[in-house]
């Protein structure tokens, strides 16, 4: 697989049009399905009825337009965790009658009187897309998405930047796993079920893969989802980083027993791995996968990525990829580790 080819695609897609973009790319490997919420779902049969489930949210951090004002200026509210520090001048995509480009405007510092505090707050900002009020109206109404316009770059190592690498660059993982399964020409030890899920990322209680755990009733669950790698000034040691491989989750919501396989069939494969242990939920799928029914045993592997929720995160291809064999290692086992 062409990892920066296939981001590319994830990443510059619409809120609306990501679905279809994923389906065009799954399709070949999986029985496609989707549900009344929007999630996808790929199948692929395996000696056993039993269920594995593979979750990566393929939503994205966004903002909704909430009005324009009497400038012409854009006005919109946070869908998710943006991190409003890095919105002033940043170019945005307004997905309106048609696809409206435009830059975040803020009081300049010259003119800001020591008020640095309000900057930080999105209502005091103002999309500019060069436009009165009443042109803009025509193609801009309160509810259309808005997200960052910031293309797929590429940097030294394997290492690219880019927006809504969290988590379209787990999604991309979980493609490659069905491609490795393909190329295998092996028949899997139990049913796999991908289920790419919405609204992870926007606050309302991992709506998407609660109701996909529950329409599926895996035996196990894996989610894929971004960590954090280390970063300049963290006031504490961050276990991943990028090139040290993928994530793998230990916390009291996660299945101890399904950990240490995944770290068995690391170091079985040689692939490099870091564990990311923490002593509260993950804030991740995997909280409510996991207590879905009579529970679900869930394990959480994460790929490493830096300046989460900016508009310039950044992964490693290496990373990627040895997080996706990780996972069809594990797949091959086959091992029955319900708890």
């Not at 009497?70 to 940043?90: Q, S």
């Not at 660059?169 to 289920?195: D, F, M, N, T, Y």
């Not at 009291?252 to 939920?281: C, H, W, Y």
């Not at 799928?285 to 900016?310: E, F, K």
């Amino acid at each position: 697989m062409n990892w920066n080819e296939t981001l590319t695609k994830l990443t510059a897609s619409s809120p609306c049009d990501i679905v279809d973009v994923a389906e065009s790319l799954f399709r070949k490997y999986v029985t496609v399905s989707h549900s009344p919420l929007g999630n996808f779902y790929g199948e692929i049969p395996g000696a056993s009825d039993n269920v594995i489930l593979l979750d990566a949210h393929i939503d994205e951090i966004a903002m909704l337009v909430v009005g324009i004002d009497a400038d012409g200026f854009v006005l919109v509210d946070k869908c998710g965790g943006v991190d409003v520090r890095t919105l002033a001048g940043c170019e945005v995509t307004i997905w309106g009658k048609k696809p409206i480009f435009g830059v975040f405007s803020i009081v300049p510092p010259h003119l800001k009187k020591g008020k640095d505090d309000e900057s930080l707050d999105v209502r005091h900002m103002g999309i500019d897309i060069g436009l009165s009020q009443e042109q803009a109206k025509e193609f801009v109404k309160p509810g259309d998405w808005v997200t960052l316009q910031v293309p797929l770059t590429a940097l030294a190592e394997n290492c690219v930047s880019c927006k809504g690498l969290d988590n379209r660059a787990g999604v991309a993982v979980l493609l490659r796993v069905c491609e490795l399964i393909k190329q295998s020409k092996r028949v899997l030890p139990q049913k796999v079920v991908i289920q790419l899920t919405q609204m992870e990322e926007a606050g309302t209680g991992f709506v998407g893969g609660v109701t996909g755990a529950q329409a599926w009733q895996p035996t196990q669950a894996i989610v894929v989802d971004a960590g954090f790698a280390a970063y300049p000034g963290c006031s504490y040691s961050t276990p991943g980083g990028l090139l040290k491989g993928p994530m793998i989750g230990i916390a009291p919501i996660l299945s101890r027993a399904m950990s240490d396989q995944l770290q068995r069939v690391a170091l079985e494969q040689q692939i490099p791995f870091t564990l990311d242990v923490t002593g509260k939920n993950t804030g991740t799928n995997a909280d409510r996968i996991a207590s879905v029914g009579a529970g679900v045993p869930t394990a959480l592997v994460s790929y490493p990525l830096q300046n989460m929720h900016m508009p310039v995160e950044i992964v490693c291809t290496t990373d990627l990829e040895h997080t996706a064999r990780l996972i069809y290692a594990y797949l091959m086992k086959g091992d029955d580790l319900r708890e």
